[in-house]
């Protein structure tokens, strides 16, 4: 990995209103884990993600005040086909999540995890520590919180945490990502569905 080089990922292909950034998983992962001087958000968008926000205004705003939209499933790629502006492959947001705990061990990086059931979430951390000794937890809470819930943001920002997953299940982890980014001052966030659970096992 080139260290500080920083691609210019403005490339852009639009399905369904949504606008996906044209790159691959390497090329991705070589972006996020590039310093950046402020919180980002990650939104990895398979197509029922896409349909939801078709008939969601709201949610549609909401993904789109993120930083990145990632294709996440074959799905999308084939979508990108039909309308002849083909996205080079799938990032599916299980993977790309692994490549970042992966690299988090590599260097030693911190991250939090946000969402699940308590012990669900409890079990998901011990297994990363198990895979991943090098990374450091620096905090988890359960998910069935209030999205007005400031305490476990103020939390997040102390914890520090280079990488943070959200696992709240669409659209509430876009959404809360959303409204408190802003408060946060580093981090990469991303929201991961039912990840939890198969890490839990
Ligand atoms: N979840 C949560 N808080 C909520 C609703 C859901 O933490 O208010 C968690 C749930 O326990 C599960 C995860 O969100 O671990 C993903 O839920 P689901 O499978 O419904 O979402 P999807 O994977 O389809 O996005």
Redesign the pocket.
Known sequence: MLKGFRIHMNKQVEILNVPFIHTTHKEFLNEITSPHNHPIHVVTANPEIVMYAKEHPEYMRTIKQSDYIIADGIGIIIASKMINKPLPERIPGFELMDDLLNYSNEHKKRIYLL???EH?VRNAQQQIKEKYPNLTIAGYH???IDTDNLEVVEEIRQSEADFIFV????P?QEEWITRHKAKLNKGVLMGV??S??IWAG
């Open positions: 969402g699940a059931k669900v359960h998910g069935y696992a709240l299940g669409y509430k569905g039912g939890f659970d």
